[in-house]
C-alpha cells in the first residue's frame, strides 16, 4: 500500500526549521512534499533531505492582491498536480493562500497551524482586514491548530472560528530537541565555569529577524558588554 502524501506548506523558506526535525518521523508513514517561496535555505534543505520532494511557490507576506491571486492560481494547480491527502499550513499567508486552495482542489484534509496572530495588536481597518483572512482561514481549513492557549482563546473570544480546536501537549508549533538542551558533562561543565567567573546571561527566545527587534538587542548588549565584559547573550 502506497503512502498517503502530505504537504507542508509555509510563506518563507527560513520557517522550514518548524518542519525538518519531523521529517524522519512523518516520513515513516507519509510520502512528505515540502512548499515554500523560494530563497537560500532551500539549499540547507535539500542538502539534509535529499530524498524529500520540494516545490518553490512565491508567496509574499505582506498584502498584495495581484501576487497573492497570482500565487493561489499556482498553489490550486499544484495541489491538483499532486493530489496530496492532506496540506498542513503554517504562517499567515501560507495559510490563508494554501488553505483557499487546497479547498479549491479538493483536497480532503486541511490543516493550518496558528503560530501567532496579528489581528490584537492592530487597529482600525488593517485589523477588520487580518481578523477576516484569519476567518477565511479557518473557514476552508478542516482542522486547526493554535500554538498555545492564549492563541486559543483569541480565536474563539473574537468569533475567529467556532469550530472544535485544541492546544498540542502544551503548546508550541514543533517541541524542541532534548538531547540538544540536556544537562551533559560538557553543558554542565562550561555553566560550572560562568558561575565561577560571575558571568551575567542574558536568554533570549524569538526568531532572528528585524521585526523581532534582533538589530536594537544586539547594539544595546554591544554596549552593555564594553561597560562590563562579564555579561553574556544567548539567542
Given at each position: ?90 504562517t499567515p499567508k ?63 473570544n473574537n468569533g ?65 558588554n564594553k561597560e ?8
Open positions: 500500500m502506497s503512502k498517503y502524501k502530505i504537504i507542508r506548506a509555509c510563506t518563507v523558506p527560513q520557517s522550514l526549521g518548524f518542519v525538518t526535525g519531523m521529517l524522519p518521523d512523518l516520513q515513516k508513514k507519509y510520502e512528505v512534499v515540502l512548499l515554500s517561496s523560494s530563497g537560500l535555505e532551500w539549499e540547507e534543505v535539500r542538502r539534509l533531505h535529499p530524498d524529500v520532494k520540494c516545490i518553490e511557490v512565491d508567496m509574499e507576506r505582506h498584502i498584495s492582491p495581484i501576487k497573492d491571486i497570482k500565487s493561489l492560481w499556482r498553489l490550486w494547480r499544484t495541489f491538483c498536480k499532486e493530489k496530496p491527502k492532506m496540506v498542513h499550513s503554517m501560507a495559510g490563508l493562500l494554501c488553505m483557499l486552495a487546497a479547498r479549491m482542489a479538493g483536497v480532503p484534509v486541511r490543516v493550518h497551524t496558528f503560530t501567532g496572530l496579528v489581528f490584537p495588536t492592530s487597529v482600525g481597518l488593517k485589523k477588520k482586514i487580518l481578523m477576516a483572512t484569519d476567518w477565511l482561514t479557518c473557514a476552508c481549513a478542516t482542522h486547526i491548530i493554535p500554538e498555545g492557549e492564549g492563541v486559543k482563546n483569541d480565536l474563539l475567529i472560528t467556532k469550530k472544535p480546536i485544541r492546544v498540542l501537549g502544551y503548546g508550541n508549533c514543533r517541541g524542541i530537541d532534548l538531547e540538544r538542551f540536556d544537562k551533559t558533562p560538557e553543558v554542565m561543565e562550561q555553566a560550572e565555569k560562568l558561575r565561577k567567573k560571575s558571568v551575567c546571561t542574558f536568554i533570549v527566545v524569538g526568531r532572528i529577524v528585524g521585526d523581532k527587534g534582533i538589530n536594537e538587542l544586539v547594539e544595546a548588549f554591544v554596549k552593555l562590563n565584559s562579564a555579561t553574556r547573550l544567548i539567542l
